[in-house]
């Protein structure tokens, strides 16, 4: 017996709806749609980011270039290595290998982003926590923990990260389908210009330009020394202000030293200049936020050591008054970002011996120290003993 056709729908209708499936343009259309589909489940499936907890982790390249590798929170979070170095622009020029001949690890790995806002480093840090096998977590303890937790960078793709599955299928750019082949032929992957030796003749340009401009000033920034100095001003010293180091912080190092990693934090050694010349640097917005500059440095940092204070695996470096680093300006490429190599040796030295630890014992001399020192604008005579080796 034959099942009677649709007395709803004529032949003539029928007819019709059977050419429009059948006509090039929606059969096209179906065609991208299902390739779409396909090649998204296959990044899905290869996941070159280590988005997820299946499938191999992807090799990596030594030092990726601290100004494109956002798409990677999840990759450094999930990197089986010895030391993890979580930094920002101070600190991008520590190489892995130098932190591996310092460490005596089999291997570091230095994850370096550019300006990272608050929100973008507690998010890296609570994938660090949860996921990282490494026993040592270094974090660079930047001027950038004194913005507000909530504050983030514009340019981090939080989609790749968010609890929303249809997201992920954002990943499907043309830039992840080339780390998913580079990770299916079993290379580092890395797009051109990620790799941090990319950027060393842009940064030695940078240096010459920025020397060249304190030989043209020299004489007119001794005379305006006092000029933008901290004076009598004030920032809060109630670390409930900073609710990101005093809140946050405690909270994810806590859960990695749970399970029995060691957590170091390092203040980049800014110039003694910079804490004069801070109302150049950043966005207005971060201009404001942040000033008074010093006194709110100073607030954060001893935040810091308080939060910490009296434990061994928790521990917390600063550089700030050596001023054979500070307060010359030959060992820098603009007044916050160290050039000379053999600094990042010191102080990756330093801290595989336990020296320059700040303490709730040694707190306020350092900080009455580096206050001096920029009052005194010490820039102005160098300090030429170098680095101890």
């Known amino acids: 017996m034959t099942k009677p056709e649709d007395s709803t729908t004529s032949p003539a209708e029928r007819q019709r709806g059977g050419r429009i499936l059948r006509s090039p343009f929606i059969l096209a259309v179906l065609s991208v749609v299902a390739f779409f589909w396909v090649v998204t489940g296959a990044v899905i499936a290869i996941d070159p980011l280590d988005l997820y907890d299946w499938g191999e982790p992807p090799r990596l390249l030594p030092d990726y270039n601290r100004h494109t590798n956002r798409e990677m929170y ?92 249809l997201n992920d299928l954002r990943i499907a750019s043309p830039e992840v389908l080339r780390l998913t082949w580079q990770k299916l032929k079993g290379e580092p992957i890395g797009l051109p210009g990620w790799e941090y030796s990319t950027v060393l003749e842009p940064e030695r340009q940078e240096y010459a330009a920025f020397q060249q401009k304190l030989a043209k000033e020299r004489a007119e920034d001794r005379r305006g020394a006092s000029a933008g100095t901290p004076g009598n001003a004030s920032a809060s010293q109630d670390c409930a202000d900073y609710p990101l180091v005093s809140q946050s912080l405690p909270e994810l190092v806590g859960r990695m030293t749970a399970r029995g990693k060691t957590v170091d934090f390092v203040i980049p050694p800014y110039s003694l200049r910079l804490y004069r010349r801070w109302q150049d640097y950043g966005t207005a917005a971060e201009v404001a936020m942040a000033e008074p500059f010093l006194p709110k440095q100073i607030a954060i940092r001893r935040c810091l050591v308080r939060a910490f204070a009296g434990r ?71 300090d030429e003993r170098g680095p101890a080796t």
């Open 312 to 382: 061994d695996d928790v521990r917390v470096f600063a550089f700030d008054n050596e001023t054979w680093i500070t307060g010359d300006l030959t060992n820098y490429r603009d007044e916050a970002h160290v050039q000379n190599p053999a600094i990042y040796r010191f102080i990756l030295n330093s801290m595989t011996q336990g020296s320059h630890r700040l303490t709730t014992g040694n707190f306020e001399n350092y900080a009455a120290t580096l206050t001096r020192n920029v009052e005194r604008d010490a820039l102005s005579e160098p």
């Open 74 to 165: 999840m990759v450094a979070a999930r990197a089986d290595v010895d030391v993890l170095l979580l930094s920002s622009s101070t600190l991008a020029a520590i190489t892995s290998d130098e932190m591996e001949k310092s460490f005596g690890v089999e291997k570091a790995f230095n994850f370096a982003v550019s300006g990272p806002r608050p929100a973008d480093r507690r998010f890296l840090l609570e994938q660090v926590a949860a996921h990282s096998p490494a026993e040592r977590v270094i974090v660079s303890f930047d001027y950038l923990f004194v913005l507000p937790p909530d504050y983030a960078s514009d340019v981090l793709p939080a989609y790749l990260y968010d609890d929303n599955p």
